[in-house]
């Protein structure tokens, strides 16, 4: 069966940065992009951008760019994001996704609660 | 980047027929797709390329498109329903967006 699994929940504290794992499994690690979409609490679904874990390229939402790096290691099938300079508005929940090229997001990772206080 | 415009907020009763409109630019020439979130869970895939339901998917849920607009159906409403939908599409470079979100409530 498909699986994405993510780290734990994170508290950091304003301007700091956080790396959100999500490792994957039952499926061929390069043949699907890894999208990393957030929710902040009562609000929708923001999408964060992709990386293709074949050939490491990535794609970042205007919104994200200089601040988000997504990453992978394949020798553990394990994809990360990571934000820097952190406000109190990037707390959120943060998925991880799958998808075949350009389709739907077919399986998606259980969350990772980040809270940003000081 | 694109938008994508849904209602705030779609109320039904059981056994009616609840409608969730999505509208956008982009919608004419890229594949919509529909999840549905329930609270403190992850978002589930309900339709794909429009009108493609995943297996697993009830029957009741159906999607169409005309233009610039694609509309998410289900055909005799259950309580089970009751949660956030999003709609979601991508422009040509894969750069994707999602729509406001839509809260079903089953009366």
Not at chain 1, 85 to 91: K, Q, V
Not at chain 2, 56 to 59: A, L, R, S, Y
């Given at each position: 069966q498909v699986h994405l699994v993510q780290s734990g929940a994170e508290l950091k504290k304003p301007g700091a940065s956080v790396k959100v794992s999500c490792k994957t499994s039952g499926?061929?690690?390069?043949?699907y992009y890894i999208h990393w979409v957030r929710q902040a609490p009562g609000h929708g679904l923001v999408w964060m951008g992709w990386i293709?874990?074949?050939?490491g390229g990535t794609v970042y939402a205007p919104k994200f760019q200089g601040r988000v790096t997504m990453t992978r290691d394949t020798s553990i099938t394990t994809v990360y994001m990571h934000l820097s300079?952190?406000?109190?508005?990037?707390?959120a929940v943060y998925f991880c996704a799958r998808s075949y090229g350009s389709n739907e997001f077919d399986y998606w990772g259980q969350g990772t609660l980040v809270t940003v206080s000081s | 980047s694109f938008e994508l415009t849904q209602p705030p907020s779609v109320s039904v009763s059981p056994g009616q027929t609840a409608t969730i409109t999505c509208s956008g630019d982009a919608l004419a020439n890229q594949y919509a797709y529909w999840y549905h979130q329930k609270p403190g869970r992850a978002p589930v895939l309900v339709i794909y390329k429009d009108s493609e339901r995943p297996s697993?998917?009830?029957?009741r849920f159906s999607g169409s498109s005309s233009g610039t607009t694609v509309t998410l159906t289900i055909s005799g409403?259950?309580?089970?329903?009751e949660a956030d939908y999003y709609c979601q599409s991508a422009d040509i470079s894969n750069t994707w967006v999602f729509g406001g979100g839509t809260k079903l409530t089953v009366l």
């Open positions: 499926y061929t690690f390069n043949d293709n874990p074949k050939y300079g952190l406000r109190s508005d990037d707390t | 697993g998917i009830p029957e409403v259950q309580a089970e329903d």
